[in-house]
Nanobody, 118 residues
Framework: QVQLVESGGGLVQPGGSLRLSCVAS????????MGWYRQAAGKQRELVAT???????RYADSVKGRFTISRDNAKNTMYLQMNSLKPEDTAVYYC????????????WGRGTQVTVSS
């Protein structure tokens, strides 16, 4: 069974930084492109960033230059380094494989809350 556990969220002031982690169960992790997603209260889930098994990355325009996605296949772990955080980054952040059906998919984990506020 695929399990993904997100952690690292919290309350941070605007301009601050956080690093999120996503630990995956099983050796399948290294073979899959992965993604970070987020959902703010009252809004649809959105794709934040993705990373292929080989390390190629892409980002939503709203986070380019501020967020960095990375992975450590030996540890079955993916990261999201978030710098220069803004109040509009406030959301629950989730990890999953890079999936095109993320808007309708309903098998998400618990996620980790990120709140950017002074």
């Amino acid at each position: 069974q695929v399990q993904l556990v997100e952690s690292g969220g919290g309350l941070v002031q605007p301009g601050g930084s956080l690093r999120l982690s996503c630990v995956a169960s099983g050796s399948w992790f290294s073979f899959y492109a992965m993604g970070w997603y987020r959902q703010a209260a009252g809004k649809q889930r959105e794709l934040v960033a993705t990373i292929t098994s080989g390390g190629s990355t892409r980002y939503a325009d709203s986070v380019k230059g501020r967020f960095t996605i990375s992975r450590d296949n030996a540890k079955n772990t993916m990261y999201l380094q978030m710098n220069s955080l803004k109040p509009e980054d406030t959301a629950v952040y989730y990890c999953n494989i890079d999936r095109s059906d993320y808007a309708s998919y309903n098998g998400w984990g618990r996620g980790t809350q990120v709140t950017v506020s002074s």
